[in-house]
């Protein structure tokens, strides 16, 4: 079982910074691909970013490459980042993190472990 907890959500300005955590427990990560998907009002959850197993690889969505980073925990490799830059009011989301059952695939359903999101919201 692996139980998996988001932080570094809240409000952004326009144009600022988050960086989103998101910290496993319960099972070593560092075999697994892990992503970020996001889910704003009224619109489906869609992928975001995903990280190979040793961070060597990394994926993107169209709408947030060039802005987000991806990456794992340099001393911890149960932990996992998003650096978010250039945050746009369209980025209000809640953000979630996940497993991967395999390799870094941007479909929900290759996902198996999911943490229960952290909020974040981005002013005009």
């Known amino acids: 079982q692996v139980q998996l907890a988001e932080s570094g959500g809240g409000l952004a300005q326009a144009g600022g910074s988050l960086r989103l955590s998101c910290a496993a427990s319960g099972r070593t990560l560092n075999v697994y691909s892990m992503g970020w998907f996001r889910q704003g009002p009224g619109k489906e959850r869609e992928f975001v970013a995903c990280?190979?197993?040793?961070?060597?690889?990394?994926?993107y969505a169209d709408s947030v490459k060039g802005r987000f980073t991806i990456s794992r925990d340099k001393n911890d490799e149960n932990t996992v980042h998003l650096q978010m830059n250039s945050l746009q009011p369209e980025d209000t989301a809640i953000y979630y993190c996940?497993?991967?059952?395999?390799?870094?695939?941007?479909?929900?359903?290759?996902?198996?472990?999911w943490g229960q999101g952290t909020q974040v919201t981005v002013s005009s």
């Open positions: 996940a497993k991967a059952r395999r390799q870094c695939y941007r479909a929900i359903g290759d996902y198996d472990y």
């Open positions: 990280v190979n197993w040793n961070g060597a690889s990394t994926s």
